[in-house]
Structure formats: structure tokens, C-alpha cells
């Protein structure tokens, strides 16, 4: 059993910066994907970024350039460092696990408010 645990959102103005923290505990087995996930009001849940146990990294193409994620596999602990945020960045954002591309965990979401 694998719990994820989102931290890091809060309320911030257009332009600012956040870091999200997703912290993993149990069983991680590799390979694994560990992505950010996004829910807007009355929207579908979508990938913002993810990066595998290798390291790589993939976006999507709305925050290419101003998103970066990262890992550090000691703490099993993924970021997404978010810049220049802009209002259609709010949503509730998910953390999610894949592991030997056959089980998938997520967290309870964080919230990221940006105001204009």
C-alpha cells in the first residue's frame, strides 16, 4: 500500500510562485511515474507534469516554461515548482503514482487559488 500526501497550495496573485509537495510512504516499487494532476471547477482532472523514476520529465504544453517538476527519490518526495502563475492555474491539484505501470495511488489534493 502506497499513501501520497499533497502540500504546498494556498492563495496567491498572478504572477506569483508556489511549490507543491507530493511525499510518498510504503512500498515503492520501480519503475514508477509520479505526476501532478489538475481538477478546475466543473473541469476534468488533467496532467500538468510527471517524471519517472529515471528522471524523466514530461508537460503539459500550458505551463511548459513556467512549471518545473522534480524528485528526490531518497525522501520519495516529488515537487512542482510553479512560476508566474496565472488564474486559469486554479484548481485542486492531485498527485498521482504509478507503479510497474500497474498500480496507480493518488492523494487527497491540494488547492491552488490565483487570484488576478
Known amino acids: 500500500q502506497v499513501q501520497l500526501v499533497e502540500s504546498g497550495g494556498g492563495l496567491v496573485q498572478a504572477g506569483g510562485s508556489l511549490r507543491l509537495s507530493c511525499a510518498a510512504s510504503?512500498?515503492?516499487?520501480?519503475?514508477?511515474?509520479i505526476g501532478w494532476y489538475r481538477q478546475a471547477l466543473g473541469k476534468q482532472r488533467v496532467l500538468v507534469a510527471d517524471i519517472s523514476s529515471d528522471g524523466t520529465t514530461n508537460y503539459a504544453d500550458s505551463v511548459k516554461g513556467r512549471f518545473t517538476i522534480s524528485r528526490d527519490n531518497a525522501k520519495n518526495t516529488v515537487y512542482l515548482q510553479m512560476n508566474s502563475l496565472k488564474p486559469e492555474d486554479t484548481a485542486v491539484y492531485y498527485c498521482?503514482?504509478?507503479?510497474?505501470?500497474?498500480?496507480?495511488?493518488w492523494g487527497q489534493g491540494t488547492q491552488v487559488t490565483v487570484s488576478s
Open positions: 510504503g512500498i515503492i516499487l520501480r519503475p514508477n511515474i
Open positions: 498521482k503514482m504509478v507503479l510497474i505501470s500497474t498500480y496507480q495511488y
